[in-house]
């Protein structure tokens, strides 16, 4: 009985594989343990006939540790990996851990050779060996392939191999199909067997993660009316909360509906998690909504019920850019630094642009000199506007610095000539004339273009200086450019 009902799951008349997955191969990995990356090599480019006999010329001995990291590494071949599963087995007396078995089974189940995947669990059975994460494999083989029937099927025969159906098995099947775009099948099939097996709060939460997923906001609301029906109000239930308010906001009314549900959640003190918080903080300072953002950073980050990244940094201190709030911005820079969240280049730039927007510029040198230690580029429409504030406001030095980083990252020359230009006549005008020069020589040689107009100023300049031999050499090698 048994093993007819094996057969007809793993049968070859069902449909075929949607597409062969790709695996990760032993070259991919750097710093692999010469033993391991030979091994691999071995059943890359051996036929499975003549695996074994290779494997003993060769003396090698193996660990149950050592099957394991080549099994990782060698789905993409499986005959001869089987093979050398075989011969492992024999020389380890058959003491091999129900992990490598379990490779074994998640090889050859992603490669839909699903009778020889239910022979070696047929064979762990022998062993004792089968456990729940052999049968979450099976799962996700089947569904990956699109078989949703024959993972069903598989769940209905646990039994048969030691293993209980129950609740902590379900989910396991339901999170293979929705990881798989499938939450309709998840959600059938959950409709029909919860008479015998009651879901918990986390079945509603994998299907909740499916229709987040799968952006279907109708079905997102329905499942979650049953799970509150169901299990009530559970501050612990952080993954179904998490999932609904992101799946909202991918609705029509996205932002208002989830921070409607939010205001909800918060009055019985149910919270969602990160994920929610990261998506919800995009969307504010996409829209701009500073007041919104304020309002759930203080609900999730300062309560300290989620821990911030860099991301959701970034997000908040873009909001402060549309508030002018600089001293916020300031706050959230020290904060992210202490709570392990550092900043990026993302970062130091949205700061930059606010400090230079609100002519904060000792904030704005500061984030400048610490954003090129921590060898970060400031963008070109920051180190543009850096380089006219500057100027603007009589220093030089800082706007120089600035140019030189400028040059150093922006490859396009075009795009550097309104600003070179400017640059060399505002240094002028700031008796900084033996800078304007050197300067534009460095930019005519750079390729950068300088006007007419720059030339004629740097010419009456140098002039009345007496110094017209700076400017013949310019010239000479402006018409030569």
């Known amino acids: 009985m048994e093993r007819s009902k094996k057969r007809s799951i793993g049968s070859s008349s069902s449909p075929p594989p949607k597409k062969r997955p790709t695996f990760i191969s032993h070259r991919e990995i750097p710093k692999l343990h010469p033993k391991i990356k030979l091994l691999c090599e071995i ?19 193996v660990s149950s540790e050592d ?9 993409s071949s499986p005959g001869p990996t089987v093979k050398f599963f075989t011969w492992a087995r024999r020389q380890l007396s058959d003491k091999l851990s129900p992990y490598a078995w379990n490779l074994l089974v998640d090889m050859l189940g992603k490669n839909s050779l699903f009778d020889a995947m239910w022979d070696a669990i ?10 729940l994460a052999t049968f979450a494999s099976v799962f ?4 990956g392939c ?12 646990m039994d048969q191999y030691g293993l209980r159906r129950d609740v902590v098995a379900l989910n396991s099947v339901l999170s293979a199909i929705c990881r798989e775009g499938k939450t309709a099948r998840a959600k059938a099939f959950l409709d029909i067997v919860k008479d015998r097996i009651r879901a918990d709060a986390d079945s509603y939460a994998i299907l909740l993660e499916g229709w987040e997923n799968e952006g279907d906001v109708m079905n997102a609301h329905n499942v979650f009316a049953e799970m509150v029906a169901s299990q009530g109000w559970d501050p612990s239930n952080v993954p179904a909360y998490d999932a609904f308010l992101s799946a909202l906001l991918k609705g029509p009314n996205g932002i208002r509906e989830a921070m409607s549900f939010f205001a909800t959640m918060k009055e019985k003190r149910c919270y969602p998690g990160s994920k929610f918080l990261r998506c919800a903080l995009e969307e504010f300072a996409r829209l701009n909504l500073d007041r919104e953002g304020d309002y759930l950073w203080e609900a999730l980050v300062e309560s300290k019920r989620c821990n911030a990244d860099t991301k959701m940094y970034n997000a908040m201190i ?32 949205v700061a930059l642009q606010l400090f230079l927007k609100l002519r904060k510029l000792r904030d704005a040198s500061a984030i400048f000199r610490e954003m090129v230690k921590n060898e970060f580029v400031p963008s070109v429409s920051n180190c543009k506007s850096a380089i006219k504030v500057y100027l603007d406001v009589g220093e030089p030095e ?24 400017f640059l060399i006549v505002e240094l002028r005008e700031l008796n900084r004339l033996p800078e304007a020069c050197k300067y534009a020589d460095e930019m005519i040689d750079r390729k950068i273009k300088l006007s007419s107009k720059t030339l004629s100023q740097l010419k009456h300049s140098l002039s009345k200086l007496g110094k017209m031999h700076v400017y013949d050499e310019l010239l000479k090698k402006w018409k030569s450019r």
């Open 398 to 421: 800082m706007a120089i610095r600035v140019w030189k980083c400028l040059v150093e990252s922006e490859s396009d020359v075009v795009a550097l000539e309104d600003t070179a230009n």
């Open 140 to 143: 996700s083989s089947y569904v």
């Open 43 to 61: 059943l890359a480019n051996t036929p499975s006939l003549t695996v074994e006999s290779t494997l003993n010329e060769a003396g090698f001995r």
């Open 146 to 157: 699109d078989r949703v029937d024959e993972a069903l099927m598989a769940f209905d025969v």
């Open 67 to 75: 099957v394991e990291e080549v099994l990782k590494l060698s789905y």
């Open 318 to 349: 873009r909001l402060q850019c549309h508030s002018n709030n600089a001293d916020r911005a300031n706050k959230l820079l020290d904060e992210m630094i202490v709570n392990g969240a550092f900043p990026d280049s993302g970062t130091y730039n």
């Open 122 to 131: 047929k064979s762990m059975k022998k062993e004792g060996l089968v456990s």
